[in-house]
């Protein structure tokens, strides 16, 4: 998932200059109908100062031709679609990505102006100019508002009309392949979520033209859908037109939820009973994440390829299975960095790193001197933040244990403590030790 950073207005700004402002903003978005949005994310507050423009990056990496690699993976990251879906072209381009992922509208809000026919006809043009094949190798994202589990009528259909909205837009742009979250079931019975998924799958099918809906596997926190192989195969099995449907695994997704990935023996396993649950038939693409939490931990938390608790021979076996050649594999890593003047900024360098050192994994000896330095100087780099992390899990699970052993204790129930008399003014939030991504992180 590609972060957005909003724009800081100064405080001297008088109400009418801001009146102002709203208003050509709002002409602006008529006019660029794929710009994306400036509602203040919740998570990841990048600083804007300073920060370089999307339009005056220039190429961070030449692309690798794929016929030149041993195996042919398209490898990328999700890049900005700011100003319109075709800048995604470029900025793919600059990192020397092979395949990419991008926002079609605005992922924080219910209404967008629909696709702008110069826009389209840019995004087509660019797209043959810089030889890259929507229909294999774009996989863009779902927006984070939506969920087709609700089970609310009206909520249900807001929720279905950005999503059919998102189909027409790939149908239009020659996308064959489109990325999204199964949902949430809002602590309703999974079978009835995942068969109310299956039936707007089937309603938007009817709707549009080529579009396969790639449903992506998740973390696994509260109650989200996706992360069992079994609530994907529920889904599937109630879509009509099989064709229409696949499975993108996010490999940090995967590890939260309790697929080991980390050697060859247990990534073998893993998509063994993918095979056997979902089908490796359904298997679409990947999303090539790191994670900064232990195994089963369910936690969300991307971490740059090599130094979370995969590791770097997860994705060396990854790029050496023929089995997903042909198919894009989209970075969605952590690019914020500060700067010398300690102020954060978006380091687009991270993702043409993390590609070139991807495509370096294709037939390297993993029992070689470049591979065992390079594991080793990732897993060093990761060591601070995977040490943090982990000691925040292993805290919240003795946290979890105790309350539950507590609960047990001789059938006793526990006198409830009197409430403290209520503090005046508004009381601070609790700060959580950590922040998750399973429901609108800017890397999902």
Not at 35 to 61: F, I, Q
Not at 92 to 119: E, M, Y
Not at 413 to 439: H, L
Request: charged fraction near 30%; glycine fraction near 8%.
């Amino acid at each position: 998932m590609c972060p957005t950073s909003p724009r800081k207005r100064s405080s001297r700004q008088t109400a009418k200059s801001t009146t102002a402002g709203a208003k050509s903003k709002r002409k602006v978005e008529d006019t660029e109908s794929e710009s994306e949005p400036e509602v203040k994310p919740k998570k990841r507050k990048t600083a804007t100062a300073g920060k370089k423009k999307e339009e005056d990056m220039g190429p961070l990496a030449a692309r690798t031709a794929v016929s030149s690699l041993k195996k042919a993976m398209y490898i990328g990251a999700h890049v900005s679609s700011a100003g319109g879906v075709h800048n995604s072209l470029q900025n793919a381009t600059n990192i020397g990505a092979n395949a990419f992922a991008l926002f079609l509208k605005s992922q924080r809000k219910w209404t967008n102006p629909p696709l702008a026919a110069d826009v389209r006809r840019q995004y087509l043009d660019l797209a043959t100019k810089h030889s890259y094949d929507s229909a294999k190798h774009v996989l863009p994202h779902g927006s984070y508002l939506v969920n087709l589990a609700q089970a609310d009528d009206a909520k249900a259909e807001q929720a279905y009309a950005s999503f059919v909205d998102d189909l027409g837009r790939c149908d239009q742009l020659g996308i064959r392949l489109y990325n999204f979250h199964p949902g949430n079931s809002g602590g309703a019975d999974k079978k009835e979520a995942c068969a109310r998924i299956a039936k707007m799958l089937n309603r938007a099918h009817g709707e549009t033209d080529k579009v396969v809906a790639v449903l992506e596997n998740m973390a696994g926190a509260g109650n989200v859908l996706g992360a069992r192989f079994e609530e994907l195969r529920d889904i599937i099995d109630g879509v009509e037109d099989k064709t229409r449907v696949g499975v993108c695994i996010d490999t940090c997704h995967a590890f939260a939820a309790g697929y080991d990935l980390r050697t060859p023996e247990a990534f073998a396993k893993t998509m063994k009973e993918f095979d056997e649950v979902v089908g490796l038939k359904y298997l679409m693409a990947f999303h090539l994440n790191d994670s900064k939490a232990p195994l089963a931990s369910n936690r969300d938390l991307h971490a740059n390829i090599g130094t979370g608790y995969l590791g770097l021979r997860a994705f060396h076996t990854l790029m050496n299975d023929d089995t997903f050649a042909g198919m894009p594999m989209v970075l969605e890593t952590p690019i914020d960095r500060k700067g010398p003047d300690g102020k954060s900024f978006e380091d687009k360098q991270v993702w043409a790193d993390e590609i070139k050192l991807l495509e370096s994994l294709i037939g390297m000896d993993p029992e070689g001197e470049e591979f065992k330095a390079a594991e080793e100087r990732l897993w060093e780099q990761g060591k601070g933040e995977r040490e943090r992390v982990g000691d925040q899990v292993q805290r919240r699970e003795a946290k979890t244990k105790a309350k539950a052993d507590k609960g047990k204790g001789k059938g006793k129930v526990a006198k409830p403590k009197a409430k403290a008399p209520a503090a005046k003014g508004r009381a601070k939030k609790k700060v959580k030790d950590e922040t998750d991504d399973d429901d609108d992180s800017d890397y999902e």
